[in-house]
């Protein structure tokens, strides 16, 4: 029987997340896959220590093959602001619905997103109405979250930072040398599990300000799954930062 569990190494200032499985092969093997996860598969009673030696040799490679996929997996198109696109919230897909209305507002009602506007015409107006509510969403929402993620750090003496949001290309969150954590407001487009666990870690740095063991052995304890959570924001992240700035 094959066993199977989820790991990590830290190489410079990346962290390589891994699916280790035991098998009676002689060799061990790395295979990067098309959504960027690793999969370690070792002889049977390799020790942990050797196995991780080894994928901190061949970091590099995997890194490069990540990129690779990345770069590969098609690029979200520009909006148009039009019913029928599809949007996400909290993980789940919305259809935007325009309509024209004296009033301007968004609302989330059923399977839609819709959007009331006086002319359906003004794509800008749209845009800012839409995105407003994102962002209205996102505060409200990461600061629910934060609280939570803070009973858990309580004990290891983190205060609760200050959640401010700010539009990032390429990071999904970071935390300032002043105890500020700021939050990618795309972030509210995927699923609640992996907005815990950006906040987590942010969170976390405000005690541990690297990615050294100490930092890694914090996160896993506050959040024990929180491998698994990581894989599910990589593979869906690319579905959700924007082409254009919001």
């Known amino acids: 029987m094959i066993q199977k569990r989820q790991d990590f190494v830290t190489f410079g200032n990346r962290t390589i997340s891994f699916t280790l499985k035991f098998s009676r092969r002689k060799t061990l093997g790395i295979t990067v896959n098309p959504d960027m996860s690793v999969t370690v598969t070792a002889p049977e009673g390799k020790e942990t220590e050797a196995i991780k030696k080894i994928i901190k040799k061949r970091a590099p490679w995997i890194l490069k093959q990540q ?40 609302r989330l009602k059923g399977a839609f997103l819709t959007v009331e506007v006086k002319d359906r015409s003004d794509k800008r107006k749209i845009k800012a109405l839409v995105n407003q509510w994102y962002r209205n969403r996102a505060a409200d929402y990461f600061m629910g979250k934060a609280v939570r993620c803070h009973d ?3 004990k290891y003496e983190i205060p609760l930072p200050d959640i401010q949001l700010r539009v990032m290309k390429t990071r999904w969150g970071s935390c300032t040398g002043r105890g500020i954590v700021l939050l990618n407001p795309e972030l509210v487009k995927l ?5 815990e666990y950006v906040i987590m870690h942010e969170m976390c740095h405000l005690k541990h300000h ?13 959040m024990p799954d929180w491998e698994k959570r990581k894989q599910r924001l990589d593979s869906m992240g690319h579905e959700v930062l924007p082409s254009e700035p919001v």
């Not at 699923?191 to 907005?195: E, Q």
């Not at 690297?210 to 506050?222: C, P, Q």
């Open 67 to 106: 990129r690779k996929f990345e770069n590969a997996m098609p690029a979200v198109p520009p909006r148009q602001y039009v019913s029928g696109e599809t949007w996400r919230y909290l993980g789940r897909q919305y259809r935007l619905k325009v309509c024209e209305s004296g009033a301007e507002k968004v």
């Open 191 to 195: 699923p609640s599990h992996c907005v």
């Open 152 to 154: 858990l750090l309580r």
């Open 210 to 222: 690297d990615h050294g063991t100490n930092f890694y052995k914090l996160l896993s304890r506050v």
